[in-house]
């Protein structure tokens, strides 16, 4: 158990972490635990998150290296001119509690974050030897998710990224103006170049022309070939998880249309793995920043939901405004918006809609779709039989037919369908009402 001074620590730089949304792992497939003096899996199981019904991951020890920073950010906790206590870890005391945590299973990893330790460069010195003690002396072969830190050098960021499952360099702001206005001594360019050396680096990996500098620790995957993912291929060795960031919303005019496209430009020409967003949570009473009676959960729901289907469902950030508004309708989900204000292309007909086209129908998603396809091969389809197969018509029953047919009592037309999904439940924020666990909750016995 951890002693008086480091139960501070932890009470203070576990609490200051709770704002990163951007800690969810995925992607990794190193297997540690099989070999002699390895410790740490980061395969599926190793790795079963746990989420707080605000959707942060409670399975990794979520620390900040400090939050002594000398940065002056207006919307953070952590800024220089505010009036919190302080605290900072030595590299060995998150070595030694992320690997005593491992083995007591309070833990399946390490989410580290920091403040800024009086320069870019020393704070991720600092993190960097909390990596290697972990790694080399430790033999810890979990999950590790680290910040860069923007502005740092390339070599200690390259340093990082080889012990590292993940990596994200935290946008926070949407734009310039806001960044200069909010957090004067962050500055665009430094965040994207380091975000771009991630992402060149990662490349190159995958691309097996990763080239390896000397005075560097040896890669991750150079370690243990064998056990680093499966087959015959050879291992990926910089930051095989790959890159995220956190964009801060609602403390700022930026719209949802600024980032949303900002987010699809992450994701087409930097391949970052997600872009989160963090409902801004009032931290401060700074004449720039909005009087907010609460975070604005629906807003960040609703970014959340328009992200999927840039990711995952072929729709373009364009497609996703009414020209007369560059936010989001928080009436009711982006896709069915889409849908209301293209009615034109509605209903579909489920028994010959083409996949892609089955995907843009509210509330029928890649698992309906595909069912949808396979089972009208051996028959045609009504909406008993979608039923039966699992497809949920609570919103797809006001945009599709089933031969030829709408659903009985249902008008195709906008004042009534608008009506009716503006009284979906799931028209509020799914995310609301939230508690936020506390580790030492968690270390104590909380039963969650
Ligand atoms: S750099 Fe800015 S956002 Fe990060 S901890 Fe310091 S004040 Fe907060």
Same mark, same amino acid.
């Given at each position: 158990m951890p002693n008086n001074e480091l139960l501070r620590k932890l009470n203070i730089l576990g609490a200051a972490a709770k704002?990163?949304?951007?800690c969810a792992s995925s992607g990794v497939d190193r297997?540690?635990? !099989?070999?002699?003096g390895a410790l740490g899996n980061s395969v599926a199981c190793g790795i079963c998150h746990s989420f707080t019904?605000? &959707?942060?991951?409670?399975?990794l020890l979520k620390v900040?290296? !400090?939050? /002594?920073?000398?940065?002056?950010? #207006?919307?953070?906790?952590?800024?220089?001119?505010?009036d919190v206590e302080r605290a900072t870890f030595t590299p060995r005391e998150i070595a030694t509690l992320t690997y005593e945590f491992y083995r007591r299973n309070y833990i399946e990893g390490l989410f580290l974050s920091s403040a800024v330790i009086m320069s870019p460069d020393n704070t991720m010195e600092i993190m960097c030897e909390t990596l290697r003690l972990l790694r080399q002396e430790f033999s810890f072969y979990g999950y590790i998710h680290v910040k860069a830190i923007p502005g740092a050098d390339p070599l200690l960021i390259e340093k990082a990224g080889r012990l590292a499952d993940r990596m994200s360099v935290n946008? =926070?702001?949407?734009s310039e103006a806001s960044l200069t206005r909010? +957090? $004067?001594?962050?500055k665009k360019n430094s965040i994207f170049n380091s975000m771009r050396y991630i992402s060149g680096r990662i490349e190159e990996d995958k691309s097996g022309k990763l080239l390896l500098r000397d005075n560097? $620790?040896?890669p991750l995957g150079e370690t243990m070939p064998k056990s680093?993912?499966? &087959? !015959?291929s050879f291992s990926r060795t910089f930051v095989p998880g790959g890159q995220s960031t956190q964009l801060i919303v609602g +403390?700022? /005019?930026?719209?949802d249309h600024d980032i949303l496209t900002l987010t699809e430009n992450l994701y087409n020409k930097?391949?970052?793995?997600r872009v989160y967003y963090s409902a801004y949570v009032p931290a401060g009473k700074d004449p720039r920043l909005p009087t907010l009676a609460e975070p604005p959960l629906l807003k960040e729901n609703r970014l959340y939901h328009a992200a999927w289907l840039l990711r995952?469902? &072929? @729709?373009?950030?364009? =497609?996703? @405004? /009414?020209?007369?508004?560059p936010n989001l309708n928080l009436r009711y989900d982006p896709k069915c918006d889409w849908a209301v204000r293209n009615l /034109?292309? @509605?209903?579909?007909e489920v028994n010959k809609a083409d996949y892609d086209t089955l995907l843009?129908? $509210?509330?029928?998603g890649t698992i309906s779709a595909r069912k949808i396809v396979s089972a009208r091969k051996v028959g045609s389809l009504g909406f008993e039989e979608l039923k039966e197969m699992?497809?949920?018509?609570?919103?797809a029953q006001y945009f599709i037919t089933c031969r030829g047919k709408m659903m $009985?009592?249902? #008008? *195709?037309?906008t004042k009534f369908i608008d009506a009716n999904l503006s009284l979906d439940?799931?028209?509020?924020?799914? *995310? !609301?009402?939230c508690e936020k666990l506390s580790l030492l909750d968690y270390i104590n016995g909380g039963d969650y």
């Open positions: 704002y990163d949304a951007s297997r540690g635990s !099989s070999k002699q019904p605000d &959707g942060r991951c409670v399975s900040l290296q !400090s939050n /002594d920073c000398v940065y002056d950010c #207006k919307y953070c906790v952590n800024r220089r001119t505010n946008i =926070e702001l949407p909010l +957090a $004067p001594q962050k560097l $620790p040896a680093y993912g499966t &087959g !015959s +403390a700022t /005019d930026d719209t930097m391949q970052l793995k995952l469902y &072929g @729709f373009q950030s364009s =497609e996703l @405004f /009414d020209k007369n508004s /034109d292309l @509605f209903p579909v843009r129908i $509210p509330g029928i699992g497809v949920v018509l609570k919103r $009985p009592h249902i #008008k *195709f037309d439940k799931r028209a509020k924020p799914i *995310f !609301s009402n």
